[in-house]
């Protein structure tokens, strides 16, 4: 079945540092792909999603391009602030029909001043 | 913010004891779901509705019953709480299965 491969860290950072978070997912064609991001004590948010294949999501000055030669969704962020300290979810939706979502193991990220 | 509570935020249960957690939305949304997050699993489809009374399984259903009597409630019942089941609970809604999903805020139930 479908699944997504995440590195699950912890990833620590200094300040202004280049984040990349890797992520590779299985399935068949080619998915709708997420990136959400859950604070401390929240629930999770979309940050940024691409569907079709060389789409390029951003948001916040988080990027991530869909590419279907390496089955991957890298996220990136040139220059990180403390207040990106989060768990960050890549997530595909399976081809059901039913909008379910299929999320990887999520990757915690601390950046540190 | 897409307009959705969870209720309660947290619990604490007995094994063997009933549990129903509640979900609302003021979006109108069609579709609404339940997650559970684990450490090491990120987030896994408990059940989810596709209109009142609509209702499926995911992928790790067994424990576990939904309701859902009209458009703005989502309740998920674990009938016999099991220290399994110990876990952070999230509602997501959208408008269709093509949509952006949204999550709620999350329940934290501990069984004991």
């Known amino acids: 079945g479908d699944s997504v491969t995440q590195m699950e860290g912890p990833v620590t950072l200094s300040e202004e540092a280049f984040l990349t978070i890797n992520c590779t997912y299985t399935a068949t064609g080619y998915p709708s792909l997420f990136w959400y991001v859950q604070y401390p004590g929240e629930g999770l948010q979309l940050l940024l999603k691409?569907?079709?294949?060389?789409d390029k999501g951003s948001n916040k000055g988080f990027e991530a391009t869909y590419r279907k030669e390496t089955t991957s969704f890298r996220l990136e962020k040139g220059s990180v602030q403390v207040s990106d300290s989060a768990v960050y979810f890549c997530?595909?939706?399976?081809?059901?029909?039913?909008?379910?979502?299929?999320f990887g193991q999520g990757t915690t990220l601390q950046v540190k001043p | 913010d897409a307009g959705i509570t969870q209720s309660p935020r947290h619990k604490v249960t007995e094994t063997g004891t009933p549990v129903t957690l509640r979900c609302h939305q003021t979006e109108n949304h069609r579709y609404m779901y339940w997650y559970r997050q684990d450490p090491g699993h990120g987030l896994r489809l408990i059940h989810y509705s596709y209109g009142v009374k609509d209702t499926d399984k995911g992928e790790v259903s067994d424990g576990y019953s939904v309701s859902r009597s009209k458009t703005e409630d989502f309740l998920l019942t674990l009938e016999s709480a099991t220290s399994s089941q110990t876990s952070v609970y999230f509602c997501?809604?959208?408008?269709?299965?093509?949509?952006?999903?949204?999550f709620g805020p999350g329940t934290r139930l501990l069984v004991l």
């Open positions: 691409a569907t079709k294949a060389d």
């Open positions: 997501a809604i959208s408008g269709g299965p093509e949509e952006t999903q949204y």
């Open positions: 997530a595909l939706r399976d081809s059901s029909n039913t909008g379910k979502l299929i």
